[in-house]
């Protein structure tokens, strides 16, 4: 007897769960229709791939040995299925995408409202999260491109990291904050202020470390947690307008409020404060129509954000000194 997909799909399913309730549940099944078809299998085989009890099933041995061979067997047949998929284009395809805070509110939110409205067919799935979360994704295979800050990533053979241009950050406070009149700014006083931002990758974390007793490390034991910790750069934003909070911003996403006044920035910064993120996808895979369209928007976009920052935001104290000459 030949093993359908069908069928393989039921024996991996009820290994998974353990009993025929949930595996049916979770199948979209009745329990006496997945029965029967463990059944017929079991009956077309000549062997026993389940003992049942009390508790539920276990697998024999050539149950076993079904379900190894069989993962690896599904495992092909679903990357067959996306490889079809790929080759229907951009007007019906899917495409899925994990983007950490800095890019995802920076260019990738762009770049995904141009490529819908170009192809308005295609099915878009974005996830914004943190950054260590979208590495998971990326370095799993979960989305089909992810952009998140690749020196978390290190040397993975397996995956395609593709940078991004490079944004300069400054420490924007709100007008008037007392740094602004310290003659002299250092790390320690700019972290005798609440900091606000997302969780920082080491790159960023280890040089602050010596001297932001405030920020705690996570439970990975590398990455710092500002003490506001919040995920959006809108609301770090709003949180440092409105107090003493320090943010860590790039300029691109502040000029606006530094123009208007809203938002100031110190005239200081250390040269490694920028952003470092840029594509991830996995070497094995190939990048659909969708997936390669939706990169040359954020290059697009990445390529305007540059073009706008071209003129970096003056210092406060520097615009304060030319309005007293006026």
């Known amino acids: 007897m030949e093993i359908d997909a069908r069928s393989l799909r039921h024996v991996l399913a009820l290994a998974a769960a353990g009993n025929y309730g949930r595996a049916a549940q979770g199948l979209r099944l009745s329990q006496p229709a997945l029965s029967r ?36 067997l599904m495992g092909g047949l679903d990357e067959l299925t996306r490889e079809i998929a790929l080759m229907q284009g951009l007007e019906v395809g899917e495409l899925s995408v994990a983007a950490g805070l800095y890019p995802a509110e920076m260019s990738v939110g762009t770049a995904i409202g141009r490529l819908s409205a170009a192809h308005p067919g295609l099915r878009i799935s974005l996830r914004a999260a943190p950054w260590r979360e979208v590495a998971d994704a990326a370095v799993a295979g979960a989305v089909d491109v992810a952009v998140v800050e690749l020196s978390a990533l290190g040397d993975q053979p397996h995956l395609v990291l593709d940078p991004l241009p490079r944004h300069d950050a400054h420490f924007a406070c709100r007008p008037g904050h007392p740094l602004l009149a310290e003659p002299r700014i250092t790390l320690e ?3 005798a202020y609440p900091f606000v931002g997302p ?10 470390r010596p001297a932001a007793a405030s920020l705690a490390l996570d439970g990975t034991g590398t990455d710092l947690v500002p003490p506001l910790h919040v995920e959006s750069i809108a609301l770090a934003r709003r949180i440092v307008a409105a107090g003493n909070a320090i943010a860590a911003l790039p300029h691109v996403v502040i000029a606006a409020e530094v123009r208007a006044g809203t938002l100031a920035t110190l005239p200081w910064r250390p040269a490694w404060l920028h952003t470092g993120y840029g594509f991830v996808y996995r070497r094995d895979r190939t990048l659909s129509p969708a997936a390669l369209a939706f990169m040359r928007e954020v290059r697009a976009a990445e390529a305007e954000l540059v073009a706008a920052a071209a003129t970096p935001p003056a210092p406060a104290r520097a615009r304060a000194a030319r309005r007293r000459k006026r």
Do not use: H, M, N
């Open 37 to 72: 078809s463990i059944a017929r299998l079991e009956s077309g085989l000549g062997v026993r791939l389940f003992d049942r009890g009390r508790r539920g099933v276990a697998l024999t041995r050539f149950g076993q040995l079904v379900v190894e061979r069989g993962r690896a």
């Open 189 to 191: 006083k700019v972290f």
């Open 199 to 208: 969780r920082l990758p080491p790159r960023i974390g280890g040089p602050l």
